[in-house]
């Protein structure tokens, strides 16, 4: 459970927090609009991630026992953030509000380099060194920090033969030793409880990846998870070539656990948006089809085991459907025919319904979508009524998917509460994503005469649509659209934050397509 955290808040904060145009934990409102903007990921998933991480800092016990201070001090009062740091500095023997306001008080996160040297003596030395992390290596920052974008970072460190030790870089560098072990590689951020990512030199990557492929066992699997989630990140960065991410993930046709599969799905979607109109396309589901063939071949199209396991299963079907693995899809389709008739429709599996859904909506045609449609309108229960709108979204059909935009108009077919969950739906389909763009573009007006420009989902719309966009083009279209709309209400930061993305995307394939498809030629 403690490595499923990565996966459902570290990883997916860090995301969001690796943009110029993010906030931090704690920042002053100075305008109601603002009040819906920041119940965000930054928030909720790095707020609890930088108590992770204080709990691991401080040590189980001495945090437990803060806390209980704390709630019981200010019980059925109200409190303030430094109200939170005072009283967990009672049992803690570090200065936590000086560390801690480096974390919640400045947006962003730092990434780590580590390299080795030689000293005048002929020690094997390690130099820490951190700079903020953004995603986007041509994003000109022009935002200030009171910290200065530096941050107290307890660097803990696992070696090859099992050297353990931390150094803490007090807003700035550290050195310490290299382990007198033999050891041929270090992993920085054990468990990964710290906010921030390490980036090796090339020769501990590739000792790293050779690890993975010889005995992934020795690390963790959240260690495995932050390994992948790390390279990925920092490749899309420009801090290391994508090959040598790519190479970290050859040893997934070995992978079992669900945490790495999880994570590692998540780099691999964003390859697939950013690959799927290019000429390697072909090539990059080949390779993430082989990579997933044999724990396919294990879990199978079934319903069995414990919840972790059919996590896992979720994660790999969507992966070898999407892949074009032959038989998965095959299988999602057998179970779409139980779908169509009445007295074997319940028997698809709760876990597998959107895969099942999709595929048969996808590859089928309006009797099977009027057929969705039917089902979905009488439906009573919350969760398969959002998976059938969710199936409804995956027609490849554009007059079908016109019809379903024009629905959102009518509350008797799509309720006022599901209006932006079915455009975020319907976006998420390569083949809609175009025509509910247009769309939400004509009818903008309208959209704000019915919700209004301080709807936090409203807000959020923009994010979610342009998210996959790849060219020049789109990003002219937005830049219209806002100079069309200039109040932005409640969606002033997605607006910035949608902007750099694109613009992060463009310049990704510029500059990685090459070095990806020549990977791929020598490797699939």
Known sequence: MYDQFLTSDLFYAMTQDQIVNSHPIVQPLEHPDQINE??????????????????????????????????????????TTPDLWATLNEDADFDVPKVMDTWTLQ?????????????????????????RFLIDPDATDTTTSPYNYEWYIKFDFLSQNGTSGSVWMDRGEAVFDWPGD???????????????????????????????SNNHSVF?????????????????????????ALDLSKYLS?????????????SFSELDTLLYHRPVYGLWRSYVRAQVEEI????????????????????????ACD?????????????????????????????????????????????????????????????????????????????????????????????????????????????ANPIVWDWVRTNWQNIIDKFGLNNRLFGRLIPGITDTFTTELQLQEMHTLFEMYPDAGAGASGRQQALERVQSNINWLKRYEDEITSWLEANV
């Open 220 to 244: 963790t699997a959240g260690n495995r998870a932050g390994l992948l989630n790390d390279a990925f990140n920092l490749a899309r960065a420009n801090y290391l070539d994508y090959s040598l």
């Open 254 to 266: 070995s992978e079992t656990d669900y945490v790495p599969w999880r994570t590692v799905s998540t």
């Open 107 to 131: 947006m962003g996160y730092p990434v780590v380099s580590m390299e080795k040297f030689y000293n005048h003596a002929g020690d094997e030395k390690i130099r820490l060194s951190q700079t």
């Open 323 to 431: 892949s074009g693995n032959n038989d998965c899809q095959d299988k999602a389709l057998e179970y779409f025919d139980k779908f169509t008739n009445p007295a074997t429709a319940d028997d698809i599996p709760s876990d597998f319904r959107n895969l099942v859904y999709k595929y048969g909506i996808s590859e089928g045609g309006k009797a099977d979508w009027e057929l969705m449609l039917e089902r979905y309108l009488n439906e009573q229960q919350a969760n398969e009524r959002s998976r059938l709108m969710y199936g409804l979204a995956q027609t490849k059909e554009i007059w079908l998917i016109s019809r379903y935009l024009d629905y959102c108009w009518n509350e008797t077919v799509v309720k006022s509460q599901d209006f932006f969950t079915v455009l975020n739906y319907l976006a998420d389909n390569p083949v």
């Open 38 to 79: 920041v119940f965000d990921s930054i928030t909720y998933s790095k707020g609890s991630s930088a108590i992770r991480m204080l709990e691991s800092l401080m040590g189980e016990g001495p945090f437990r026992s803060g806390i209980k201070k704390f709630m019981q001090k200010y019980k059925f009062g109200s409190v």
């Open 182 to 212: 033999g050891s041929v590689w270090i992993k920085g951020n054990v468990g990964h409880t710290g906010i921030y990512r390490v980036n090796y030199d090339v020769h501990t990557w590739t000792a790293l990846a050779d690890q993975l």
């Open 296 to 319: 396919y071949a294990d879990l199978g199209f079934e319903d069995k085991g414990g919840h972790i396991e059919k996590y896992l299963r979720g994660t790999i079907l969507s992966l």
